[in-house]
């Protein structure tokens, strides 16, 4: 499991990666989860305001946390300026899937 941001151009990206290599992602045991352990600790971290690398630390912290440290996120990337997430204004409707490509809803 992973998650990939990258510019328009796909010169600059961040790609985090639910465990290290070698290892298994585990998705948790508990019957109400709707996500994956890794997946829920990028909802719950990813608009929180801060640079792209401090928000990764600290789903990796929470991952590891809650794992036991049986996985160890880890990321690769290439940019070269600080990256921040924040939320995106309401008038912006949420993304559909489409096959390997993403769309607004709108559209």
Known sequence: QKFTLSDNTQREYFIGY???PCLTAVAGDSPDRTATI??????DNIASNKP??????????QVKRVTDE?????YETNLTES???TEAPSHF????SMGDHTLPANM
């Open 18 to 20: 639910a465990t290290s």
């Open 52 to 61: 792209l690398h401090d928000v990764f630390s600290t789903i990796a912290k």
């Open 93 to 96: 409707a949420p993304a559909q």
């Open 38 to 43: 890794f997946g829920e600790a990028v909802i």
């Open 70 to 74: 049986y996985m160890k996120p880890c």
């Open 83 to 85: 990256f921040v997430l």
